[in-house]
């Protein structure tokens, strides 16, 4: 972050000029982790299907994609549905499907789009098939393959894998691919363990395809990916495409994991100093949960760096000092390993800005970013599209 | 939690016609919440002053609040300004106030508003005081007072109370109270331990009141508060007002502290069921952080309740069963204890409701309420007042 400190006056002024809390997008850094894992994977003979769960605002859709048409993943279908409405026609729907939701799928696809859901039981390929039958619709879907026990989906080698492929490709619905997310890589902490990880999570998925194709049922899509692996492939042979959410803002998680630098992250949340404990060694901020979340990711990695960590308005990072609890609309920052906190440095309304530990949740408490790039000299708000 | 067990035809249509995840308000719970408190203040003679953050919605303020005139406090602006533009006036808001919040408050104030301000030290009664008299204007303030070491505020008998005061009493600005929050009741978990709460709240708040009037410094607001103990009080003599903010909705850190029964939480999440890891002994639900919010509220209280205790849409309580694991919109529920999950109970389509940790983290995930009410058989959509 070295933000403000070159900040030109008009942006200085508009930075003043916002009420705090508010979370600020430093652009051109955003741009920068954007382009960097874009081109990593294109050279690996990858496409790139950014997730817009993290960022969910169509003004950064023109950074995210390329073009129109390319790929894209959502989280929910009210992103599909504002994709679609803005001409983004390429997207996977990355939850396991209920029948709830077909409706709203398929009417996005009448509209030209294609949407694409996952799913990894015989019941869901059922509903999925009788469903296309009875409103004369294809929709396809992608069954979830479990690379690494973290969560749901099918080991390559369980014969459910066939089964379910089966009634897909054999009915009125479709059988597009196989899609796996590696969510054990976030308890890697060294770029040995996260190389393993990138591999385990290729090979895994490209097995599945393979025993798919044995089985004569055509897999066009193999889709992998999570931010800490994206980072981490050196050979993606039999993959068509790589998933990733949170590289575009990046955060304190990401950076434990050591495939980001602070330096690296895009998103902070501006906060106001608004009170002293003196005697506890406490500033008050005037952002709580409700704007930087009460995410604990790193609690569980080497370096915890509890509700976040601090840097001054000039982008600085002030060493040793974090957020140490959340309530409602207050934070309390803290010294920790022994620093003394010097509080003439931070006045009752001085301004802080808060690095998230995860970008994904903190981004998901404000319905506004606000948005500066520091070389364009411009300054824009993004909305986030909300609900489900 | 005994809703849709005896849901009309008409709500049922509704409750059915809504996809998941949504928020759920069983209104006559609510109301039932709501006048328990009132009731309980009123006989006690003291004024409640309902704590708009956890509800945040227009809609229910005829439910908060007797009438338009009555008593409300806020912990944003954004808050006071939807108030005011409703047509409600006296506001406290109670989050230690910068400097740049003063321009937003005095314009609410302008246009008719009593908007009270929280502060704790020299620096803010003279921005304060400084600002009153450059704008000519006269916004009022309380002091917080610290009842227990919680958070923030003044120890009663530290002069700096006196001394601040004293730049308000004097100045442009205005004094006009003390006002407490027994933060550390949210550790209490007997009823012994809540009335001393209680009790000491009241005398420490008490005793700031009467050291100001040794002064001569009026002290017309005694403003104490905290879910906990607002249901804890056996006797509020010089109190002036009660604050408490959880209380309509309810939740499982509440029901664990013993201010509640399970029966009286009113906001549950509805979730449908999209997954199995039969292995594991998973549900997948489509309610992750996103909806649930990530509060892990009761980890610290003598009955962990993971991510939210988990009840079927009958209302009806699975015992052992808890949502064990969140992420953006994945939710995984687990049997603990010991007991084992039956999956054929909870085919995928199948819907759930999650009782929440924290209802204001919950809540503020949500843009809509949907509020049921059985015995009037209406459907209403609330909406949250977002930002700041």
């Known amino acids: 972050m070295s933000f403000s400190e070159y900040l030109p006056t008009q942006l200085q002024i508009q930075y003043q000029r916002l009420d705090t809390p508010f ?33 969910r ?9 390329p073009s129109k048409d390319a790929p894209i993943t959502v989280s929910t279908v009210k992103e599909a549905e504002a994709l679609v409405d803005a001409g983004y026609l390429n997207i996977v729907y990355a939850v396991g499907i209920s029948e709830g939701k077909l409706p709203r799928i398929a009417a996005l696809n009448a509209k030209g789009a294609q949407v694409r859901v996952l799913l990894d039981t015989v019941e869901q390929a059922e509903f999925m098939s009788l ?3 009875e409103h004369q619709c294809t ?10 026990g973290h969560r749901g989906g099918i080991e ?20 597009d691919g196989v899609l796996a997310h590696a969510g054990e890589s976030y308890l890697c902490f060294d770029p040995v363990a996260l190389a393993k990880a990138a591999q385990n999570e290729v090979a895994m998925t490209v097995k599945a395809a393979t025993l798919l194709r044995a089985a004569e049922i055509p897999c066009e899509i193999v889709s992998i990916g999570s931010t800490p692996t994206a980072h981490s492939y050196q050979d993606l042979t039999g993959i068509t495409e790589v998933r990733a959410g949170v590289y575009g803002f990046f955060d304190l998680v ?24 003196k005697q506890k060694g406490w500033l008050f901020i005037d952002a709580g949960w409700m704007a930087l979340s009460g995410d604990r990711g790193t609690a569980g990695q080497p370096k915890d760096c509890g509700y976040g960590l601090v840097t001054k308005s000039t982008g600085e990072l002030l060493e040793g000092m974090q957020v140490i609890g959340v309530n409602q609309e ?5 010294a920790v390993e022994d ?3 010097d509080f003439s440095q931070f006045p009752v309304g001085s301004r802080l800005h808060i690095l998230p530990n995860h970008a994904c949740a903190t981004a998901s408490m404000h319905q506004h970013y606000h948005v500066f790039d520091t070389q364009d000299e411009t300054y824009e708000i993004w909305n986030r599209i909300q609900g489900w």
């Open 23 to 55: 979370l600020m997008v430093d652009k051109p850094i955003m741009l920068h982790n954007l382009s960097r894992l874009r081109d990593q994977i294109e050279v690996l003979g990858a496409q790139l299907r950014p997730h817009f769960k993290t960022v």
């Open 57 to 65: 605002a169509l003004e950064a859709m023109a950074h995210l994609l």
């Open 131 to 133: 469903y296309s039958s």
């Open 139 to 148: 929709i396809a879907a992608l069954i979830e393959v479990d690379c690494d």
């Open 156 to 175: 390559p080698d369980d014969p459910q894998l066939i089964a379910i492929a089966s009634i897909l490709h054999r009915g009125a619905a479709r059988f």
């Open 254 to 277: 990401m950076a434990g994991i050591g495939v980001c630098q602070l330096d690296d992250i895009a998103a902070s949340v501006v906060a106001t100093v608004i009170g002293h404990n």
């Open 330 to 334: 207050h934070g309390i920052i803290a």
């Open 339 to 341: 620093e003394l906190l």
